[in-house]
């Protein structure tokens, strides 16, 4: 209730009790002011006893996928609630709008549970809440807006594509990639049985079979390779310097996302380096090797928070970090463009036992990047619905 309502209120109770002798109208003013002061001190109190919680099943989602927000509204007080409006902010890149709106009764100790469904519209991290309350009096004329502290940070994943027309190359054996050149067979990968013959290897026998049927069976293997790899990502500004430049970057991310998944369900370790902007700052992010689901989780969500560089050339990460990398690690190059400087790095890097395969993003195929003649595999990236064609150089 507005202040100046009530000092009026108090100049009438005064005036009446000073100058007015009927009984009856002193009553009904004194009623109501112990009415208001009841009625004020509700609305005092209540807010206090109105908690609210948010759950959420994930704080990182995929971009497109909706995800389900449960505001939990309870009230602990042994009276009613007669209304509260209710305003649950989120960020505009989660939702098509920036807050949603509830009305809803409480009654005493009632518990209520809120939702509705956001999803990421494109990769980054972004915030849902705070959850404003507008409480009123009994009759509506005065109400009081509480502010809860609900807030929750929400990173949404590159969108992720499959990837189509490559073939992974290593030089370290046994894996589950399969390899058409049998010069490293995986002994944990039994394709098959043959019968023994001369010159075979006595270890590989299969003793179980061999006793069932009274003569010699020995084990075949999948030829296969293990490819440990280091995924180099350049979002140096300098280098998409042509129209649409956040368009690519983008597609840069994705690309280099999508590759990890894919060594990801390969099983395979991965790592990743890439000159980038994280909280404002030009740095370089180094992940080291690792495998797993959370390894993959913990990338992608590097991923989702980075920005182009804008002072960290890329040939500074081939020069300087990546010394005393493990001998047959496979390298992949993802990047719009590569200087004669890079190139040149690369090379030395492919001579000390290193597979290399170039992935090209950008608004034009790069004949220059076509690095087959040295030993390169060279790839333009070509997004087609949910599939990311590498096209060969």
Not at 41 to 57: D, N, S
Not at 109 to 129: A, D, P, V
């Amino acid at each position: 209730m507005n202040r100046r309502l009530w000092i009026l209120l108090g100049i009438i109770i005064v005036f009446v009790s000073l100058f007015i002798e009927l009984g009856g109208l002193k009553i009904f003013l004194y009623a109501s002011l112990l009415f208001l002061g009841i009625n004020k001190l509700y609305l005092l109190l209540i807010p206090k006893h109105v908690q609210v919680k948010r759950f959420l099943e994930t704080t990182q989602v995929f971009s497109t996928l909706p995800e389900d927000n449960f505001l939990h509204i309870s009230n602990t007080f042994f009276l009613p609630v007669g209304y509260i409006f209710i305003r649950d902010a989120i960020d505009i890149h989660l939702a098509p709008r920036q807050s949603y709106p509830f009305l809803l009764t409480l009654r005493p100790h009632e518990r209520q549970m809120l939702s509705y469904s956001f999803s990421g519209r494109r990769r980054g991290k972004f915030t849902i809440g705070p959850t404003t309350m507008f409480f009123s009096d009994f009759v509506g004329w005065d109400d009081i807006e509480i502010e809860h502290d609900t807030r929750k940070a929400i990173i949404v994943y590159p969108t992720l594509f499959r990837l189509s027309g490559h073939k992974y190359k290593s030089m370290q054996p046994f894996g589950i990639i399969k390899n058409p050149m049998p010069i490293f067979e995986d002994p944990t990968l039994i394709t098959g049985l043959k019968e023994y013959t001369v010159g075979d290897e006595i270890r590989r026998i299969n003793w179980k079979v061999s006793a069932r049927q009274g003569k010699f069976y020995i084990n075949t293997y999948q030829p296969a390779i293990s490819s440990a790899s280091l995924v180099l990502l350049n979002l140096a500004n300098e280098d998409y310097d042509f129209h649409n430049k956040d368009y690519y970057i983008e597609r840069a991310i994705e690309v280099t996302a999508s590759l990890l998944r894919e060594l990801f369900l390969l099983r395979q370790e991965m790592a990743l380096v890439c000159n980038c902007r994280i909280d404002n700052v030009d740095q370089v992010l180094d992940v080291d090797l690792g495998k797993g689901e959370a390894h993959l989780t913990s990338m992608l969500s590097h991923l989702a928070t980075i920005e182009p560089a804008k002072n960290a050339p890329f040939r500074d990460i081939l020069a300087k970090h990546l010394r005393g990398i493990s001998w047959g690690v496979s390298l992949f190059v993802i990047s719009p463009r590569l200087s004669s400087e890079c190139i040149q790095h690369l090379i030395n890097l492919y001579h000390m036992g290193h597979s290399i395969t170039i992935i090209q993003v950008g608004p034009e195929i790069s004949r220059e990047l076509s690095l087959w003649n040295i030993g390169f595999q060279s790839y333009y990236a070509e997004h087609e619905a949910t599939l990311i064609q590498l096209t060969r150089l």
